[in-house]
């Protein structure tokens, strides 16, 4: 059995600082496991033992380039599926079916993994526990009311993410 080495690097961005963290799998691929932003809450920090190889992240960076570019409106990247609960997991899997450019509220997340309601909160703890931002756009969640709510790494930012992807018509800063 072999073991995975924690890959990573840091890579600047319009956002600032970014830290990307994965493994490479099986067919030379990274596989990320996170991307987090500078003084994000709960983002990644470096570990003893992880080696920074930052010629493995090529492509993501790339693509990252060229979503903040305009020029790309969906990631083709391996993303680490392992992590977080089960209820987490269909919510981050419910942000990946947001399309590119538009927002909806929490609770039409709620409503989509099956917990309406009450389980509004619970998909905000979710979202907020998201270890892939931009790259899994959380982003792109905002109150019922058109109000930007909760973004680890700061409303400022997901205003950002939001203009660039021409979706801030509907989303009132708030």
Known sequence: MTTMSTL???VDGPLGPMLLVGHVADGGRVVLRSLSLEGQKGGAVVQDGWTHEPRAFEEVVRQLG????GQRDRFD???DGQGGTEFQR??????E????GTTVSYGEIARRVGSPGAGVRAVGTAIGRNPLLVVRPCHRVIGADGALRGYAAGLDRKERLLGLEG?????LAG
């Open 167 to 171: 979706a801030l018509q509907g989303a």
């Open 90 to 95: 269909r919510v981050w899997r419910a942000l």
């Open 8 to 10: 990573y690097t840091h």
């Open 66 to 69: 060229e979503y903040f570019a």
């Open 97 to 100: 079916e947001i399309p590119y």
């Open 77 to 79: 990247v391996l993303c």
